[in-house]
């Protein structure tokens, strides 16, 4: 059973291009959530989201940001018009149904560097 | 709305000592605690967690931690660290089902020969 997967790993934008980050739950999860971790500060939620559906969208930008967890696919978190501040480590993570958030499992993450 | 705050950013150790990280949450409801521990460049992975029952909570890598529900608190401890727990912690509470993960700051944990 692989774990949750994220790419890509690393990935380079310009200012004011688009980023599109995907994260592959583990099998049989149907809960993800997305979380942005800056230089040497702790995981900042952003999004939680069931297939289909968005359940939770507190922590995310009010622009710019959208994420979404299709019937089919990955996860993708797009952010629109990157700007230097985008620039971090967003880290997936996925839980199974039923359990809630009672474990979450974490991708190794997708390290965003906008020149 | 639940929070988590780690008291040390820094907590430096020497070898084969014991440690203690602190973490203390806020929460209006019942909570699942968890701590995260984070290796360089690494995804975050489960050490320990709790749901319910029992007060002391053992995690891998001879990690535990206790839940005091009087004084809000979840503080992750060892007996006996090894150079290889060099790591950032991450201290988590969620209020349940259908409810977002939040995170503590984090807590580096240095170990000295």
């Known amino acids: 059973n692989a774990g949750v997967m994220q790419n890509p790993r690393h990935l380079v934008r310009r200012r004011g291009q688009e980023a599109r980050l995907r994260c592959s739950p583990m099998?049989?999860?149907?809960?993800v959530y997305w979380y942005r971790q800056l230089p040497e500060e702790g995981l900042k939620f952003m999004v939680y989201l069931q297939k289909e559906n968005i359940i939770d969208e507190s922590g995310m930008p009010k622009e710019r940001f959208s994420a979404e967890f299709p019937k089919e696919g990955p996860s993708i978190l797009r952010i629109q018009q990157v700007v230097r501040g985008d620039s971090a480590a967003y880290f997936c993570?996925?839980?199974?149904?039923?359990?809630?958030?009672?474990?979450?499992?974490f991708g190794q993450g997708t390290r965003l560097t906008v020149v | 709305a639940q929070s988590v705050t780690q008291l040390d950013s820094q907590v430096p150790v020497f070898e084969e000592a014991p440690v203690e990280l602190r973490c203390n949450y806020s929460?209006?409801?019942?909570?699942?605690l968890f701590w995260y521990v984070q290796y360089p460049n690494q995804g975050l992975q489960l050490l320990l967690k709790y749901l319910s029952g029992s007060t002391l909570v053992k995690g891998i890598n001879g990690f535990e931690a206790e839940f005091n529900k009087s004084q809000t608190s979840f503080h992750l401890r060892k007996p006996s660290v090894h150079i290889s727990d060099t790591a950032e912690y991450f201290c988590a509470v969620s209020e349940g089902s259908a409810s977002k993960i939040i995170f503590g700051s984090g807590t580096r944990l240095s170990i000295r020969p």
């Open positions: 099998k049989g999860h149907s809960h």
């Open positions: 993570a996925s839980s199974p149904p039923l359990q809630g958030n009672t474990e979450a499992f």
């Open positions: 929460s209006s409801v019942s909570v699942y």
